[in-house]
């Protein structure tokens, strides 16, 4: 990584337009909040309404999407993927998922939210609980 921002830094390149963070400092230490989606229809990772809308939704609980981790997986690695990455705090953006872990919190997808504003309020009640478990 830092020899791809040294050559893009020489080439004169802006440095807003890449990344300037070292990845290798950051492995040893868990990361305090990963959101994963369990479908990639209407991705939260790809540019859109939904993303837009998850930004707005970690803007409410102090969070930018540089101080989380998003994650794009199948239901079935659900389980090894938060062992090999572990975090202070998950947040599965899927309502069918349930788990009785005091760090997993599960809540609705900013695209069923953009479908049907009445899941806003529950969306919410979950989000405060994930802030006050990053405190």
Not at 57 to 74: K, P, T, Y
Not at 95 to 100: A, P
């Amino acid at each position: 990584m830092q020899s791809r921002n040294d050559y893009l830094e020489a080439l004169g390149i802006p440095d807003f337009l890449y990344s300037k963070v070292d990845l290798t400092s950051s492995i040893s230490s868990p990361l305090s909040i990963m959101v994963l989606e369990l479908s990639s229809k209407d991705s939260f990772c790809e540019a859109g309404n939904t993303r837009d809308l998850l930004v707005k939704m970690l803007a409410s609980i102090g969070l930018d999407l540089n101080s989380v981790h998003l994650a794009s997986i199948e239901k079935s690695n659900l389980d090894s993927f938060i062992a090999d990455n572990p975090a202070q705090v998950v947040l599965v953006m899927d309502s069918t998922f349930k788990s009785d872990k005091s760090s997993l919190f599960s809540t609705y997808h900013p695209r069923d939210v953009i479908k049907d504003s009445h899941l806003k309020r529950e969306t919410w009640e979950i989000l405060k609980k994930v802030k006050q478990c990053l405190k």
